[in-house]
């Protein structure tokens, strides 16, 4: 797919990777609409990319009604959507004794809810272009880690989710394919690192590839790649994929029993930071709560 001219709508596009594939799409002669919860930054993306190229609308994407009305401003200026990246998403860390309900749940809607409701909002408008659409899962859907069990359990069920629904619109003629990057150099990445010396200490544990960290840019630049080739899998860094494909052995009895040994010290040490702080999400995402009375 030639992007110049296409239409390509992107959630959670105040900042990091969403931002970063607005400006490479704008670059290839794209019109992105940006849709997020800062307006304050969405508007300073358009800024920057040229109010010619680029638009936004505040969006709660855990809201459909909210998420239609971005969709229906996007459709009304541009005339139509060829192609959509779902990439909002938060990230809290702690475990199941820590995290609270709360914060599941809310993870939970943005992460999965966030992305049904993009893919039931831009579904007639890439249906009549025959578009494409992405979803962001990273690795973590199919790479489980104690201390994010709420963002990997998410992620594993925005895979699913997206992968049946490939299923469902194919006789459209509509491709779908998922997005899963490793750690990047983003403000959700650097936000735990500074919240958490246990984070910091659990990366550097985990093997190659799990251990790297990717610049925006490389990471934007697949998913841009992914879009013009119609990707059903969009990995980045690429060596990812070596996970993906040995899925199963990571996954398996003896690779749970050494991570298991791993955790035994970091866990405790995870729960009693994540106490100490009061909260399980970056004190940026806290901010963007409604009252900000969220765990």
């Excluded at 029993?257 to 035994?264: A, D, P, Q, W, Y």
Aim: some cysteine; proline content about 4%; hydrophobic content about 45%.
């Amino acid at each position: 797919m030639d992007l110049t001219g296409k239409r390509v709508f992107i959630t959670g596009a105040s900042r990091g990777i969403g931002a970063e594939v607005a400006r490479q799409c704008v670059a290839k002669g794209a019109k992105v609409f940006l849709a997020g919860l800062e307006p304050e930054e969405l508007a300073a993306r358009c800024r920057e990319l040229g109010l010619a190229s680029a638009s936004y609308q505040e969006t709660d994407v855990t809201n459909l009604d909210a998420v239609k009305a971005a969709v229906a401003k996007a459709v009304d200026l541009y005339g139509g959507i060829d192609v959509v990246l779902a990439n909002a998403g938060i990230a809290p860390f702690g475990t199941v004794a820590t995290i609270g309900k709360p914060t599941f749940d809310l993870t939970m809607a943005v992460n999965v809810g966030g992305v049904w409701n993009t893919l039931n909002a831009t579904l007639p408008y890439v249906a009549a272009s025959k578009g494409h659409v992405l979803t962001v899962c990273s690795v973590a859907s199919f790479a489980p880690l104690g201390g994010l069990h709420a963002y990997t359990a998410s992620k594993a069920a925005a895979e699913s989710l997206t992968q049946a629904f490939a299923m469902e619109v194919a006789h459209l003629g509509v491709t779908v394919g998922t997005v899963h990057p490793s750690w990047i150099d983003t403000d959700m990445v650097r936000d735990a690192e500074t919240d958490l010396p246990s984070f910091r200490k659990i990366r550097k544990l985990l093997p190659w590839p799990l251990h790297s960290t990717t610049t925006v840019e490389e990471c934007a630049k697949a998913i841009v790649r992914g879009m013009e080739k119609r990707s059903d899998r969009v990995f980045s860094p690429e060596s990812a994929s070596v996970v993906y494909w040995s899925r199963a052995m990571m996954q398996s009895t003896t690779t749970m029993k050494l991570f298991k040994r791993m955790s035994r010290d970091i866990i405790p040490q995870l729960e009693r930071e994540t106490r100490g702080l009061g909260r399980s999400l970056s004190a940026r995402q806290v901010q963007q709560l409604p009252e900000n009375d969220l765990p």
